[in-house]
């Protein structure tokens, strides 16, 4: 049974730095990228960053370039997301994403296999 959940969400000020975790377990064997992806109300679900299975390639959103920084442990299932200098815009629910053979060249597409986290809320208050 394949499990991925997130931490580190909460309420911060304008200019302040959160760390979010995931740990996914049980997945299948193969090579997975994970990726951090945010939906705010009334917004449609948008990638935040990705990172490949050796935690060497990374992509990052427009808004999250030179602020946020991804980085996973050498157990491979586990990412983190330090986010710094957050903005009252940060604010939404961060979802974990396990990707299958995905080298983070592009954003995963639908129709990739992936497994979800239940999100993770980050408010940031101006």
């Known amino acids: 049974q394949v499990q991925v959940m997130e931490s580190g969400g909460g309420l911060v000020q304008a200019g302040e730095s959160l760390r979010l975790s995931c740990t996914a377990s049980g997945l299948p064997p193969a090579s997975y990228a994970m990726g951090w992806f945010r939906q705010a109300p009334g917004k449609e679900r948008e990638g935040v960053s990705c990172i490949d299975w050796a935690g060497v390639a990374t992509k990052y959103s427009d808004s999250a370039k030179g602020r946020f920084t991804a980085s996973r442990d050498a157990a491979k299932y586990t990412q983190y997301l330090q986010m710094n200098n957050l903005t009252p815009e940060d604010t939404a629910m961060y979802y974990c994403?396990?990707?299958?053979?995905?080298?983070?060249?592009?954003?995963?597409?639908?129709?990739?296999?992936?497994?979800w986290g239940l999100g993770t809320q980050v408010t940031v208050s101006s």
């Open positions: 994403a396990v990707i299958k053979n995905l080298n983070c060249g592009k954003w995963p597409s639908p129709s990739d296999d992936k497994y």
